[in-house]
Structures are given as structure tokens and as C-alpha cells.
């Protein structure tokens, strides 16, 4: 006797000794994307109702007056009508206590209620917190550490996030299920400017107050106890879709312990000389006075003349032009026409460029210029290779304190840096006449003025990409401002090479190119930000003694600062700590290692035992933002790589292809795909956002259009499914919530599948907790164990390579299409027959055994993608000596050798056409589903012959048939049947006797007619002149066997057609 654990056990080793189903992922081979990634598709899905036609096997008909009859279902509907169906029993479960089972299983499947109770019990059982002490030491091949990718405190979860979470907690179930050390680490981001900007609105909205008039004190408790308010709501959504995240782990970014990591770090590479303070150009939000970093940049495409309205200017702004005046040369009457889209910055012009090169110019390099405003300002004329000389005049205004090219223009010729924008966006003291005017107001009136001196030339539409702040949506500026500087250029250089050199894999792999060329081209990162809600900078300026240039210093306090200042400057140092905070990506760079307590990491069990982590998974748009800071940064302060993989998803967009915007409508809250939304409420909640009038109409329509009956309840199992079964979609997935819709049904198809096997066993059944390998399979029991084998195979693989979409496929069409389709059906007729015979009832138990594990393996199988679901029906299978206190820590399955039947499978594909032939056959000439007509079947093959004619009760089952019969090779068609043609060897025949087969003989006429002409494209193909000369001997080969195989079908399709006439006449 084998028993299942040690086969599956040995095989489980074999596996991993092979390398196959190893506890760490390994990366996918470029390119890899399995053509079934739709095979997953809701089950409503074109592919799958045509799935579900040809796999679908007709029940057998039960005698009169039986439960299924004809006369049982209209006593039943005749019943229904009189009362309503009983509602699903209503389970109260404490917090935190496990869901009383003993009650009878719903009817109908009720996400709500399946989903409910599950998450708070697993928390209280400690399964998704591992105990550090004992996980040190453990072999990375072993242990999987994850840490979220922490989102906005400010918001709540939106689509993109979900499949974040989907994807996260997939490889974390499957690892732990995997026998691994697994700690997923949650956590928020304390999101700088975001939720500054919104609690200033609130505190301007109610109160009238700005964060001046309170100070910054009082500013920051009004802030810290918004966020004890609302900070609530990510970790309700992440409840919501089943994340078994560590929460008693849970860190935020302005946490103390994160706080102490932040404020070290800085210390640590300003002592390094990698931080410094200098002057330059950033990225500036003159609404919000604060640096910007790339990210919080929005670039908006203007095609032509286009007026804006941004915040804290009453006009209408002019952008989409291109100006262009003249500059004088001085004591000549020459002039250079020069264009800019910005004309008010020509108040910090200090030159004009032209390409060395240029004949044109060439005479004017070096001379001097006019400017009209300031005829004191020394201006001349340069030449520099950055010049386009057929772009425009091939002049270019130089003003090196308001562009970026200009700086590094500036720079390299020495010329004078004149910012005349103050904080606000006003223009300064160094714009002459025109100071105190908002820089749009200076857009006009300089325009004018130059028209007064007839320097004005034109002005032209013009198309152009403009950069919007993201969140107050102010023109953004290229701004002069002392700030806090980093150096990444070695740290870098470090990351390139640890991709390079295989130590960190970026799966999918096209994302290399990507990396090499951010990292290769870094730039000097600006990390201060103008903000009062974040890590306040731990820098100190020296105030006394007075210095000749800013000197300052750092400290984790002003006492330690002081102590650093004395010691360099003497006795009486007075010192101010910068007011400035870094940037919010600046604290998410550290969170692999600030989450376990780094700095101190002496005698710390979560650092040692879980730093560094395995795996990062987010979007692809942080590639850069976030993932390279965090590598960099981890090289920096601790010497290593913070994980060994770094997987990146696909961005969610709508189903049409568009980005997920409010103003189109199309944003999707994940809660309500879960619970489900009217198309009223939709309406509804774009009222409460900050939507001008017109973008909510524009959102209505495309609401009404997307969801004209709102979003139906699909509960988180089946939204995390359908994500799940997107992913292989590339760059982008094209998110259809019909779709998701359709997994729902897959989640009902599962409950009523499961429930209906469990009738299957008695009350005191069982199971041994092993299955004998020598026992009396039925075919059927020898085929589905092989292809339960290969489903197991297919999903560790799938998740070992980070092909989710594999993984949904394989269980989805195992669990449909073949475990309900075919076994379930197969195996009623033994349980029918069951108190026949002391021989029926050991068929039956070893078919019980079986449907047992199939369930139980099904369970296990797709928890990782439906975790509430599986929990609900692995709790409510009988008993087992290895089931488990809950499927979390229930061992994943891995394929058995011993199951695995190629010949089994070999027949079961030609049975299952044959059958698809029968049913095809029946529908089209009209037959009811309930008919059981007699039929044949002829095959030319021996060995085809021999294994038939022993499945001849099965091909019945499956395809709807009454008796099968099968033929001789050579043997006659019978009388009063009718032929169709299942491949070139293989015939079947139906018995139709009176019946009208005139449609089906129109049907098969026009099967002859395109046989015909297939047959005629080969001969005309083979008969083309210079066709054995200029064909290769292969695609002759291949064309004749070809024409030989139409040939063949045309024949039995016409004397198929004989024969209907026959059976007419």
C-alpha cells in the first residue's frame, strides 16, 4: 500500500530536487506569455461558454415523478411562485472567533457571507506572524519577506492598489502554504505634500484658517489627528480583500522608530559628503511654495492657444503660444529675433545663444546686447552646440535662473543666475517695473511694453507639453532655491551592477533597459521640500557667530548639532534647525530595512531574521521613483540589496484602454466591486469630490455608458481572480468589470460544485488521509487524478514565475471544465448503483476517496486566489487525519508521479470529441436535450478500437446518448442512422429514424462546398507552375498530406450527405 502523503511527499522532494517548485521564485524567460491568458475569462465569457458547450456532459434523465422529472420541476416552480426561497442562514461570528461550520451550507453563494469573519480569525490565530527568533538563520531558499508598497495615508485604496494587494498576497499564501518562513510587513506613507494640501483645504474650508495662522505647532497636531481619523480606512480595505499582512507589524512613515531610521540616514550621508546644501534649479509649485519632485509633476499636452485657470490667479492664463521679439545689438541697428513660450522670463535674460556653427550668427558672437528693460544688465551674444539651428530663428533667450537648459548653459559660461520670481510666483525686486505683479499678469503686460518699443515681432500657436503640479494644479516652474542636495552617482553605479551581474533580477525583464538608462544618467537629487507635515530636515545653521557663507551641521538633536559646532567654531555657537522637511520618497526609500528598526540592529531578531527581505512588487511607473532609491539606500547605509527580485505589474486601466481618471468616471473604488454600487450612487459620489460642473457631466456619461446597470456585488474573491487573471496583458491592463462579474459565477459554480459533492459522504465518513495506489480506479478516477497532478504542476509553476494569469487558468479550467464537467457526471452513476453489489459499493468508496482529495486538493489549490472562498469549503469537508486547523497553513499541493496517466489522458481527448461530435449532431437536427438516441461509432485505428470498446458507457454519458456501439473498422454504416465525421479516421452515426432532416442536410451542403474549395486551393497551390522547383521539399510534404486529409473529409462528407438523403427517402 502507497499512501497519498508519502507519494506526494516524494514527489514534492523530486521536484525541488529538480529545481521545480522551489520555495523562492525564480524569474520568467523573456517573452514567456501562454496563449490561455483568456482561457481564464469570466464564465460567461465567449471562450468559455464554447469551453463549457463542448466539455458540458448531459445529466442523466431521471424516471418520472423523480427529483429533475419533468413533473417534479413544475410541482417545484409551481411551489416557488407560492412562496419565496428561504434566505441563506445568517451567521453572527464574534470578533476575531471562527465561524461556526456546523450549520447547513447556503443554497446560493453569498460573498458577504463567505467573506465574513475569515481575516479577523486568522489574525487572531497568529498565522501571518512569524516568530523571529526562530526564523533566524533560515535558508533563503526557505523564507519569503515582503513589504508593502506603503500607499498615501490620505486616500483610500483604489483599483491599481487592489491588484498590488492580489498579486502580494497570492506569493505569500503560496509560500507559507509552501512550508516557508513568510512575513508580509503592511504599512502607509505618510504622503508630504498630499496630506498637508488636504488638511490645509479642510483647515481653509471650515475654519478660514491658514496653516500660518495656527503656526506650526498647532498646524501639525491638526494634521496628526487627521490622520488618526482617517488613516484607518487603507487597513479596512486591505481586511476587505483578505491580505494576510503581519498587522501586529504595521509601520507608518512618521512612526518614531521609522523617524530614528530617517533622521540617521541623513547624518550618515551628509557625513559621507553625499548630501550637501547648494543652490539651483527645482521644481517649484508657487501655489504651495514647496519643491516638487518628478513624480509630482503632471505634463499635459497643449495643442495651440489654450487658457488655463490655476489657483490664486482670477484670470484666464494663455499658454499653447510661441513669442517672438527682437533683441538690439548695442551702437548697431541689428537685431535677434528670439522665441519663447514663457515671454515673461525674459526679465531674467542675461544672453542670447546661437549654434557655433551657424554662418548666420557668427558675426554677432560675443558682441553685446540691449535688454529694454534693463540697459544696464550686461547681455551678449554666445555660442554653445545646444542650439537647434533649424528650430525656430535659431536664436535662443537664455535666462539661466528659470530653465533647466539654461542653467547648464549658464553654468558652463559663467553668466550671471537673476531669478525674479519670488516664493508666491510674483515677480521680485529684480524684474524692475513690473515687481509685484502675479507672473501671469507679467505674461501681458511685458508683452505690451515690447510692442511699445516695436521690439514685439508675433506670437503663434504652438504645441507643447506643460508641467502641472499634481496636487494644486499650478503651473509648475523651474525655480531658484537653496536646497538639500544628494549625490547618487556611485550608489547608482552599484545598482546598475547588481543587475548586471544577476544579484537583483527585475522580472518581467524588458524593465533592465529601463534601469540602465535612469541609473546611468542620474541626476543630483533635490530631497528638501518646503513643507511643515514630514521628517524635518536635521540640519542646523549657525546663526551665531555670523559666518561669510551658510554653515551648518547635523544632529539627531540640536544638543548633539551644538556639541558638533562647538568643537569646530568654539564656545557660544547658536544654532536654527532647518524648517524645510525631505521628501516623502526620501523615508519610502528606507522602509525595507526602517520597518525591521534599522539603525539599531544589534540583538534586533526582526532585523537579523528578515533583512534583507526577498521580493518587491509594485507598478512599473516607480521603477525609478521608489525601487532604485530603496536599492541605492540599502547599499549605502547597510551594505546590501534590501530583496534578491523585484516583480513589476502592469498599470489598471479601463477597458478601453484609458487611464483611470475621475474626470472620465472610470476610477474604480475596489469596495465597490466588492459590495456592488447603483448607477445612482455612482452619480452620487462624483458629487463629492472637487470635480468642476462639466467634468461631472463628462463623468455621468461615462458612467451611464460603463455601467448602465451599476457595478453587480462580486465579492473580493472573485475581483482579486479577475485581477489575477489580467496580468499577463503586458504594460497595461484593460480592466472590464463585466469580467470580474463573470469570476462571481466562477465562485458560485465552485460553491454549488463543492456542495453538491459533499452529499456525496455521509455524515461519519472519513477520509484515511492517504490513497492507495493499488487500489480498483475506475478510468475515470485514473484520468482525473492525472489531470489533478497537472493542474498542481501548472500552478506552482505559474506562481514560481510570477504568471498569475497561469495559475487562474490552470485551477479554473481543472475545477469547471474537467472536476464538474466530466468526473462529477461520471461518477453519478456508480453512486447510483451503489447498494447493488458488495463489488459496487468498494467502486463507490474508492470514487468517494477520490472526489474527496480532488475537492480538497481544488481547495487548497486556488487559495491563494480565492482565500475566503476555499477557507469557507476546506472547513466543510469531512474529516482527515492531514487536514489542517485552516487551509492558511494547509501544505500546497505538488504534482504526484504516480498519478500521472498520458494514456488515460490520450483517450479521454478522443472520447471527449467524440462525444462534442454526438451533442453537435443532436442539436443540429433538432433533438431535445432529454434524447437518448442509439449511436455508433467507427474508428480506423486498432488500438482506438480496443479502447473504445470498452468506454462505450462513458462516450454515452458524455455526450447525452442512449446506447454506444462500436464498429469494426470495416464494418457498414447501419441502417436509419445518420453519419458525421469527427476527424479522418473517425465516424460517428446516430440513429433518426422519423425524423425531418432537412436542415441538417442544408447544413452538411454547405459543409461540401467549403470542403470543395479547401480541396481546390491545395490542387490549384500544387499545380502552380515551378511549384516542385521553388517549393521546399518539407512544405510540398506538408501541403499533400494536407490535401490528402481535405480529400479524405470532402469523401465523408458527401457520402454523409448520400446518406441523410438515404434516411430521407
Known amino acids: 500500500m502507497v499512501a497519498l502523503q508519502l507519494d506526494e511527499l516524494l514527489s514534492a522532494l523530486s521536484c525541488r530536487r529538480n529545481g521545480l517548485a522551489t520555495g523562492r521564485p525564480s524569474a520568467a524567460p523573456a517573452g514567456a506569455a501562454p496563449a490561455a491568458a483568456d482561457a481564464a475569462a469570466a464564465e460567461g465569457g465567449k471562450k468559455d461558454k464554447k469551453k463549457e458547450k463542448e466539455a458540458k456532459v448531459v445529466k442523466e434523465k431521471p424516471k418520472w415523478g423523480e427529483p429533475g422529472s419533468g413533473k417534479a420541476n413544475k410541482e417545484a416552480k409551481a411551489k416557488s411562485k407560492a412562496a419565496p426561497a428561504p434566505a441563506a442562514p445568517v451567521v453572527v461570528t464574534p470578533e476575531g472567533e471562527k465561524k461556526d461550520m456546523s450549520i447547513d451550507m447556503a443554497t446560493v453563494y453569498d460573498p458577504k457571507a463567505v467573506e465574513a469573519a475569515w481575516s479577523a480569525w486568522w489574525e487572531k490565530k497568529g498565522f501571518f506572524t512569524p516568530d523571529a527568533k526562530t526564523a533566524k538563520g533560515t535558508a533563503e531558499s526557505k523564507r519569503f519577506i515582503m513589504v508593502i508598497p506603503p500607499p498615501n495615508v490620505t486616500g483610500s485604496l483604489h483599483i491599481g492598489h487592489t491588484l498590488t494587494g492580489a498579486i502580494e498576497d497570492a506569493l505569500t499564501r503560496w509560500h507559507r502554504m509552501c512550508g516557508d518562513v513568510t512575513l508580509w510587513v503592511p504599512g502607509t506613507d505618510h504622503a508630504g505634500i498630499a496630506t498637508q494640501s488636504v488638511v490645509e483645504r479642510l483647515l481653509y474650508k471650515n475654519e478660514k484658517l491658514t496653516r500660518h495662522d495656527l503656526g506650526r505647532e498647532k498646524f501639525l497636531e491638526r494634521v496628526w489627528a487627521w490622520k488618526e481619523k482617517n488613516g484607518n480606512r487603507i487597513k479596512h480595505q486591505l481586511h476587505k480583500i483578505a491580505s494576510s499582512t503581519d498587522w501586529t507589524r504595521e509601520r507608518f512613515t512618521m512612526d518614531p522608530m521609522l523617524n530614528r531610521a530617517v533622521v540617521e540616514a541623513f547624518i550618515r550621508f551628509h557625513d559621507q559628503g553625499l548630501i550637501y546644501r547648494d543652490n539651483r534649479l527645482v521644481n517649484w509649485c508657487p501655489h504651495l511654495r514647496t519643491a516638487l519632485s518628478d513624480l509630482e509633476v503632471d505634463h499635459e499636452e497643449i495643442h495651440g492657444i489654450t487658457y488655463l485657470t490655476i489657483p490664486g490667479y482670477d484670470q484666464k492664463v494663455e499658454v499653447g503660444v510661441m513669442c517672438e521679439f527682437k533683441y538690439k545689438l548695442k551702437g548697431s541697428n541689428d537685431a535677434l529675433t528670439v522665441a519663447t513660450t514663457r515671454i515673461e522670463t525674459m526679465l531674467g535674460d542675461v544672453a542670447v545663444c546661437v549654434h557655433p556653427e551657424d554662418d548666420r550668427y557668427k558675426k554677432f558672437v560675443g558682441k553685446e546686447l540691449e535688454h529694454p528693460f534693463f540697459p544696464n544688465r550686461k547681455m551678449t551674444v554666445i555660442a554653445d552646440p545646444m542650439v537647434d539651428r533649424e528650430f525656430g530663428t535659431g536664436c535662443v533667450k537664455i535666462t539661466p535662473a528659470h530653465d533647466f537648459n539654461d542653467f547648464k548653459c549658464g553654468q558652463r559660461h559663467s553668466l550671471e543666475m537673476i531669478s525674479i520670481f519670488g516664493d508666491d510666483g510674483h515677480i521680485n525686486k529684480a524684474g524692475g517695473q513690473f515687481e509685484g505683479q502675479h507672473r501671469y499678469e507679467a505674461r501681458r503686460t511685458v508683452e505690451e511694453e515690447l510692442k511699445k518699443v516695436g521690439l514685439w515681432v508675433q506670437k503663434k500657436p504652438h504645441d507643447m507639453s506643460l508641467g502641472l503640479c499634481s496636487r494644486s494644479k499650478d503651473i509648475v516652474e523651474p525655480f531658484m532655491k537653496p536646497q538639500w542636495w544628494m549625490n547618487c552617482k556611485d550608489l547608482a553605479d552599484k545598482s546598475v551592477k547588481a543587475v548586471r551581474e544577476g544579484d537583483l533580477t527585475i522580472v518581467p525583464e524588458f524593465h533592465h533597459a529601463t534601469w540602465y538608462r535612469w541609473l546611468e544618467n542620474i541626476q543630483e537629487w533635490c530631497i528638501s521640500r518646503q513643507l511643515w507635515w514630514g521628517h524635518r530636515i536635521p540640519a542646523y545653521k549657525v546663526v551665531k557667530p555670523a559666518q561669510e557663507k551658510e554653515v551648518w551641521f547635523t544632529g539627531k538633536s540640536m544638543e548633539e548639532a551644538v556639541k558638533k559646532a562647538e568643537a569646530k567654531l568654539g564656545k557660544g555657537v547658536v544654532l536654527e534647525q532647518d524648517e524645510d522637511v525631505l521628501d516623502t520618497w526620501f523615508s519610502s526609500g528606507l522602509f525595507p530595512f526602517s520597518v525591521f528598526g534599522w539603525p539599531d540592529t544589534e540583538g534586533n531578531d526582526d532585523f537579523n531574521a528578515f533583512f534583507p527581505t526577498s521580493l518587491l512588487e509594485t507598478g512599473h511607473d516607480i521603477l525609478f521613483f521608489w525601487v532604485a532609491r530603496m536599492v541605492m539606500m540599502s547599499i549605502g547605509l547597510t ?61 455621468k456619461k461615462g458612467q451611464a455608458a460603463d455601467y448602465p446597470e451599476g457595478i453587480p456585488e462580486c465579492g473580493a474573491d472573485a475581483l482579486r481572480f479577475g485581477l489575477l487573471a489580467y496580468t499577463l496583458q503586458g504594460k497595461n491592463v484593460n480592466l472590464d468589470i463585466n469580467r470580474v462579474a463573470g469570476y462571481r459565477r466562477f465562485c458560485n459554480k465552485v460553491w454549488q460544485a463543492t456542495g453538491f459533492g459533499l452529499k456525496y459522504f455521509s455524515k461519519d465518513y472519513k477520509f484515511s488521509g492517504s490513497l492507495r495506489l493499488d487500489a480498483k480506479f475506475a478510468w475515470e478516477d485514473r484520468w482525473i487524478l492525472s489531470r489533478l497532478a497537472a493542474c498542481a504542476e501548472k500552478a506552482n509553476l505559474a506562481f514560481e514565475k510570477y504568471e498569475f494569469a497561469n495559475a487562474t487558468t490552470a485551477t479554473h479550467s481543472f475545477f469547471l471544465y474537467e472536476l464538474c464537467d466530466i468526473y462529477v457526471e461520471l461518477l453519478k452513476p456508480r453512486f447510483y448503483a451503489e447498494a447493488e453489489s458488495d463489488e459496487a459499493k468498494e467502486d463507490c468508496a474508492v470514487a468517494r476517496d477520490v472526489l474527496y482529495i480532488c475537492l480538497e486538493w481544488s481547495m487548497r489549490l486556488m487559495h491563494p486566489l480565492l482565500p475566503y472562498l476555499t477557507e469557507e469549503l476546506y472547513q466543510r469537508l469531512p474529516p482527515s487525519p492531514t487536514k489542517c486547523e485552516s487551509i492558511v497553513v494547509a501544505p500546497y499541493p505538488t504534482k504526484v508521479l504516480g498519478w500521472m496517466n498520458f494514456s488515460v489522458e490520450k483517450e479521454m481527448e478522443v472520447v471527449s470529441e467524440i462525444s462534442q461530435r454526438f451533442r453537435s449532431q443532436k442539436t443540429s437536427i433538432g433533438l431535445s436535450p432529454g434524447a437518448r438516441p442509439k449511436g455508433f461509432v467507427r474508428h480506423q485505428d486498432p488500438e482506438q478500437f480496443k479502447s473504445l470498446s470498452k468506454l462505450e458507457t462513458r462516450i454515452g454519458r458524455m455526450a447525452g446518448m442512449g446506447e454506444i456501439k462500436v464498429l469494426a473498422a470495416d464494418a457498414p454504416q447501419p441502417a436509419g442512422t445518420l453519419q458525421d465525421v469527427v476527424n479522418d479516421k473517425c465516424l460517428i452515426f446516430t440513429e433518426v429514424a422519423g425524423l425531418d432532416l432537412s436542415q441538417e442536410l442544408i447544413k452538411l451542403e454547405k459543409k461540401v462546398i467549403s470542403a470543395e474549395k479547401m480541396v481546390k486551393s491545395y490542387e490549384d497551390k500544387m499545380a502552380a507552375p515551378g511549384y516542385e522547383e521553388k517549393v521546399p521539399a518539407p512544405v510540398r510534404e506538408q501541403n499533400a498530406q494536407k490535401h490528402q486529409t481535405s480529400q479524405k473529409e470532402l469523401e465523408e462528407l458527401r457520402r454523409a450527405v448520400a446518406n441523410i438523403k438515404e434516411a430521407m427517402a
Open 639 to 699: 551594505g546590501k540589496l534590501p530583496f534578491h527580485t523585484v516583480y513589476l505589474h502592469a498599470m489598471v486601466r479601463d477597458a478601453h484602454g484609458r487611464k483611470m481618471s475621475k474626470s472620465l468616471g472610470n476610477v474604480i473604488d475596489p469596495i465597490e466591486v466588492i459590495e456592488g454600487i447603483s448607477l445612482e450612487d455612482l452619480h452620487k459620489k462624483l458629487l463629492e469630490g472637487n470635480l468642476p460642473e462639466k467634468e461631472v457631466e463628462k463623468a
